[in-house]
């Protein structure tokens, strides 16, 4: 079955705007749990194409060049990992490292979603990251080193994270 070709987006270059985006959910000036204050934020940052609130969630469209390595600098987000969850390893993702897993064979880790201030994000990125297999899995996945990594981010959700 062929898969149709993912339309055309345009690139454009990261603006101080969305780096203050970023570094606004680190320091607290969006509040937890307000959702339509992060959307109205998003809105007005360059490189953010549509901005969409349902089922209590915010989900952001990102158009700018904005590499996984970058985004997780950003957000101070250490060990971070690109991973898959779905098992044709179509989508991939940010993670966190949550933890080690024991297993004789290989290194294999336990990830999460990273959670930034009050939100829990779902980073989702372009696609399989260049290069040869890592040796670290995560579930059935190969789990990538955010290091290094030229992969872009396409979509951020924003959910209120349960404990805050």
Do not use: C
Request: aromatic share 6%.
């Amino acid at each position: 079955m062929m898969v149709p070709p993912e339309p055309s987006r345009e690139i454009i270059p990261v603006t101080p705007e969305f780096e203050q985006f970023a570094a606004s959910l680190l320091d607290g000036q969006v509040d937890g749990g307000d959702l339509e204050r992060l959307a109205e934020r998003a809105r007005h940052v360059l490189g953010v194409t549509r901005v969409e609130i349902r089922d209590e969630r915010l989900e952001v469209a990102v158009t700018a060049t904005v590499t996984a390595e970058q985004f997780a600098r950003w957000l101070r987000l250490d060990e971070a990992y690109i991973v898959s969850g779905d098992v044709h390893q179509a989508l991939w993702a940010i993670q966190v490292k949550a933890g080690e897993v024991a297993d004789s064979h290989q290194t294999r880790i336990h990830v999460t979603r990273p959670v930034v201030g009050p939100w829990e994000l779902r980073i989702r990125v372009g696609g399989r990251p260049q290069g040869p297999l890592p040796e670290v899995v995560a579930g059935a996945s190969p789990a990538y080193p955010i290091a290094g990594s030229d992969v872009l981010i396409t979509n951020v959700t924003f959910s209120p994270h349960p404990i805050n």
